[in-house]
């Protein structure tokens, strides 16, 4: 039997950002073990790497030469500063991976997400937010791979980008781990079903209609209640 809806197979593109301490990466983690069919494009960026971070996981780890090499051969969808150090969206995979129907995970900072909007206005925009500001102090200096000066640019920098929640689709406050992945799983989930993803739609005549949804083995079903 014909389905009555088909839907688009290009998959979303999904961008995910926040102060750092709100907990984004734990929870595109949480997407990702709980959909294997998710991709997550790996930026890459000039800074040093950090503490337990990994060549090719966090990111790619490059010198500003070699990235600003890469700015001038036009390999990066969007590309910014930030904190002195740059980070930026190869475009590789991506335009791969949605064609064939995969959704597609971006973790950049705000103003990275903001020119996504520019280029690809239909892209899924989520704002993660830590509960508070007290928390997110403590989750910097917890991290104890950075100096104070830094924490506190860091700092100041988050109060920066909380303004700029209004630019996104949604909002999760990450304060427990767990109900916020189930939040960010629950808008992956109502996204798809969107009627704007919609390719074609089949009913067929009335008559059709009737007798795939009233008929079974030639008995007629009363069909003036259902109707």
Partial sequence: MKGIIKSKTRGNLIVISGPSGAGKGSIIQGLLDSDPSLWLSVSMTSRKIRGQEVEGREYYFITREEFLKKVEDGEFLEYAEYNGNYYGTPRGKINSYLSNGHDVILEINIEGALKIKELVPEALFIFIMPPSTKI????????????????????????????????????IVNDVLDIAVEKAKAILLAERCRVDRIEEMYVGSEEEFLHEAFVDNKKIVNIERQI
Avoid: H, P
């Fill in 136 to 171: 997110l102090a403590e989750r910097l200096k917890n991290r104890k791979t950075e100096t104070e000066d830094k924490i506190l640019r860091r700092f100041k920098t988050a109060y920066q980008e909380i303004n700029e929640v209004t630019k996104y689709n949604y909002v």
